[in-house]
Each structure stands twice: as structure tokens, then as C-alpha cells.
């Protein structure tokens, strides 16, 4: 068991948590390899997007197409991740189908191919420097969403076993809660609450993507009137990757991302050490120095993962921000936090530290302000972010014009003319108003 503390090039003073590292080890697991996506595929890891080797990406990850279904479980994460942005479009005025969609960063293209499977969009393009999208058996998928519904009853269940404590489960309990793969339960986990319309969903089209392209995003150069991306923006420099959104959406077009908070400790990265929140306390050059000096083993795994981030590490206001500046309004934008305090597969969630250890998060954050003043409590808590953002032209001024065609939409007096009229006006003052 480990003991020990950690001072940071600020002069702090971090103890070690006891346990800790331990407890993180035996549940989510400690990265001990750096995978090739994180060296290879990341712009921010190789310097630009300009210093992408495909060449390279594709040596090492040859084999990555080959046709395989994907597991159950692996499609109702997807499908728990279509549902909230669904559930965010549905919470607009927004008129559905989009006609062309671009998914970015689309791996096995799932999102994409259910986005128009269940008539969110007609034509839709998967773009990814990895081809893993064309591997994947198109004809299994519909089977799949009817295997999840006819599943269903088991979530009622499931959420029984899953109120119980661990030591009171039954062997087959554990199972159930285990292995059945209901997209509420896995989204649940996130902190999605996802309403049971998930299985109202009805397919309209085949699942399938209409194009997939193998290359870099940066290079293409096409219009889209919706544009998605599922926990792939955390792998772009934000502004960059913004920019190029803005470039790639017809005017007026959609943007959801779905992406990955750098200021949560079970981000994505999945990057950890003896002590709560160790990759965002610190800033790199001391957390590198954490990794050499007290987790020799695992610090090149670590480094690696720590690099495919975007460095500008955005909180939630950083990202509305940056995209505003891009060239979009934000048109809605949820935080998932993880309601589960500890879990197998996520280690200690935010909402752990807040529940069993109060005064950590005061003394994360003042570790923070010491390099970065603009991170406030409410950054450290969510898993996730998603966002919705409509394309506007930047340059467009508000003017007598635009006001004038406004006044002719807004309804402001009703002027009846003849007597229906005038009577019914009385009646809704009197009755409706109240004499108002
Ligand atoms: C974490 S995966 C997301 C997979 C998928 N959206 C999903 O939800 O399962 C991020 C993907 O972004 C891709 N990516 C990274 N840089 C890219 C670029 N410049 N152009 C296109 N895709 C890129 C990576 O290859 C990787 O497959």
C-alpha cells in the first residue's frame, strides 16, 4: 500500500491517498501500454494535423476493418449516446430529417448509421483516419435493436438489483446487472438519464452509412446541414477543429458533440495516481514529473494518453466560447454526471469525492487556480458534455431591416374588425385575462 506525498512546482504540499491507487487498479485499471490511436491518430499528440502519418496509422492498425459485429454492450453505449442527442434536438424547434450528415471521428460508425436508420438524417458520411466503419456487419444491427427491446423487461430488474448493496447480490443478481447490456443502465452510469422513448426509435431506413471516408477531416471539403461527433473533439485542438465544423455546415446547419471533460478525474484519458483528480491538479510538466518519480511503470502510457487530449484542456464555458467565436450559437448543452460514487469500471467518480471527502474538491481546485484561475467547482464534476450549436454568418449585423421583418412576425394586437370577432376579444379579457 502506498504512502507518500507529492509537492508541486507551486510549492503544495499533495498527500497520497491511502489505498487509492489500489482500489483504482483493481476497478477501472491502471494503462500500463500506450494504444497506437492515442500515439498515432491524435493531431495534438503528433503537432498539428498537418503531422498526421497515415501511412503510419495504417501499419499499425491494419486489421482494424475486418468485418465484425459489434457486442451488444458496445451497441447500446452507442445507442444510449443517440438518444441524448436526440433527446437535446427534440427539446428544439428544429424540423427533422436533416438532409446531408457528416459524423466526425466516427470509428465503427454506429451513431451515424442510427442517426439515419431512425430518420434524423437521409444521407449520411462517416469520416475517420481509422477505417474501422466498413468492418462492421450492417445487416446484424437491426437484429440488435430489437434484441435490446425484447431485453427490456430485465431493466426493471436490474435497477432492483442495482440499489442493493454488492455483498447482498445473488450470484446470478450480479450477472443480470452485470452483463445485460440495457442502454439506461450504461447510460445511467454516465449520469444520462434516458427516457424509455429509446425504444420507440422507429427504423425508417437501413442501417447503413451512405459513404465512409478513410482520411483526415482537415482535408475535407464539403457542405453538411448536420455535423456530429461522439467523443471524438477531445482528440482536435478545439478551436481548430470549430473552425473547420463551421467550414464544413451549410448556413444554419447543426453541430452536436458529445465530448469528453478533461476536468473530471475518470475522463476518458483515464489518467490517475495516489491522489484525487492527479492529472488536473497538476499542470503537465508536474504531473510528468509525478508519473517519473512514483508511477515508473505505467508513466509512458500515461504521457501518451495525456497528449491526445486537447491541451486546451476547455471547461464547459471554454467550449461555447470557442465555438461562438467559430461561428455558432449554442442552441442547448447538458453535464452528465456520474450519479454512481464508485463503480467497477469508472474507479471513483466526481460525485464520490464530493460525498466522502467534502473539503478535496476545495483544495483540487486551489491547486488548479494556481495555473489555470477561470476552473470553477462545477467543471470538476461531469463525465460528459453534449452540445448543440446552429451556424450563423459571424458578420451579420442586427438592423432596421431585420427588426421591421421581425415586427411583421410577432403578433402584437389582436385588432378585430367585426363583431365575432370583438365579442370573442371581451370574452378572453374578461374570462381568460381576468379583465386584464
Ligand atoms: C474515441 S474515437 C470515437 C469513435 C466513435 N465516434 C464512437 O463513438 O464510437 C475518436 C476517433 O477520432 C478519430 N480521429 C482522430 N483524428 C482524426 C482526424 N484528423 N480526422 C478524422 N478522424 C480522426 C480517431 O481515429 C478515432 O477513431
Not at 476545495?362 to 488548479?368: G, H, P, Q, R, S
Request: glycine share 8%; hydrophobic share 40%; proline share 5%.
Amino acid at each position: 500500500m502506498s504512502s507518500g506525498h507529492f509537492i508541486t512546482q507551486f510549492g503544495r504540499r499533495i498527500e497520497f491517498v491511502r489505498g487509492y491507487l489500489e482500489f483504482i487498479d483493481r476497478t477501472m485499471g491502471i494503462r500500463r501500454s500506450a494504444e497506437p490511436d492515442h500515439v498515432l491518430s491524435s493531431q495534438n499528440q503528433v503537432g498539428g494535423h498537418g503531422n498526421l502519418d497515415f501511412q503510419a496509422v495504417r501499419e499499425r492498425t491494419q486489421g482494424a476493418n475486418r468485418t465484425r459485429r459489434l457486442s451488444l454492450h458496445g451497441f447500446g453505449t452507442r445507442l444510449s449516446r443517440f438518444h441524448t442527442f436526440y433527446q437535446m434536438l427534440r427539446d428544439t424547434d428544429i424540423k427533422l430529417p436533416f438532409g446531408r450528415h457528416l459524423d466526425i471521428g466516427c470509428g465503427f460508425g454506429l451513431q451515424p448509421r442510427l442517426i439515419r436508420a431512425f430518420g434524423v438524417a437521409e444521407n449520411t458520411t462517416g469520416i475517420d483516419i481509422i477505417e474501422r466503419a466498413s468492418g462492421i456487419d450492417e445487416r446484424h444491427l437491426g437484429r440488435q435493436y430489437r434484441m435490446l427491446k425484447w431485453l427490456r423487461p430485465l431493466e426493471n430488474w436490474q435497477e432492483r438489483i442495482d440499489a442493493k448493496p454488492a455483498a447482498q447480490r445473488g450470484k446470478y443478481e450480479h450477472l443480470i446487472r452485470e452483463k445485460v447490456p440495457g442502454p439506461r443502465l450504461i447510460g445511467k452510469r454516465q449520469g444520462i438519464f434516458l427516457d424509455r422513448d429509446i425504444y420507440r426509435h422507429k427504423v425508417v431506413a437501413p442501417f447503413k452509412l451512405d459513404r465512409i471516408i478513410q482520411g483526415n477531416v482537415f482535408e475535407l471539403d464539403e457542405k453538411f446541414d448536420l455535423v456530429t461527433s461522439f467523443t471524438s473533439f477531445e482528440w482536435f485542438d478545439t478551436r481548430d477543429i470549430l473552425a473547420k465544423a463551421a467550414l464544413l455546415l451549410n448556413e444554419g446547419g447543426i453541430l452536436y458533440i458529445w465530448t469528453s471533460n478533461w476536468w473530471t478525474e475518470t475522463n476518458v484519458a483515464g489518467l490517475v495516481g495516489h491522489f484525487p483528480f492527479a492529472a488536473q491538479r497538476l499542470t503537465r510538466e508536474d504531473y510528468f514529473r509525478y508519473l517519473d518519480q512514483h508511477m515508473p511503470e505505467s508513466a509512458e502510457a500515461l504521457k501518451a494518453t495525456y497528449g491526445f487530449f486537447t491541451p486546451t484542456h476547455p471547461t464547459l464555458a471554454d467550449w461555447i466560447e470557442a465555438a461562438y467565436r467559430a461561428g455558432f450559437v449554442p442552441l442547448g448543452h447538458r453535464s452528465y454526471i456520474q450519479p454512481q460514487p464508485f463503480t467497477l469500471k469508472w474507479g471513483v467518480h466526481a460525485l464520490a469525492h464530493a460525498l466522502h471527502n467534502p473539503p478535496v474538491l476545495a483544495e483540487v481546485l486551489e491547486d488548479i487556480h494556481q495555473f489555470r484561475p477561470d476552473v470553477r467547482l462545477e467543471h470538476l464534476m461531469p463525465y460528459t458534455y453534449g452540445m448543440l450549436f446552429q451556424k450563423v454568418d459571424p458578420a451579420r449585423r442586427m438592423n432596421a431591416e431585420t427588426l421591421s421583418r421581425a415586427t411583421a412576425e410577432v403578433d402584437i394586437h389582436y385588432r378585430p374588425t367585426g363583431v365575432a370577432g370583438r365579442l370573442m376579444k371581451r370574452l378572453a379579457r374578461n374570462v381568460l385575462l381576468g379583465g386584464r
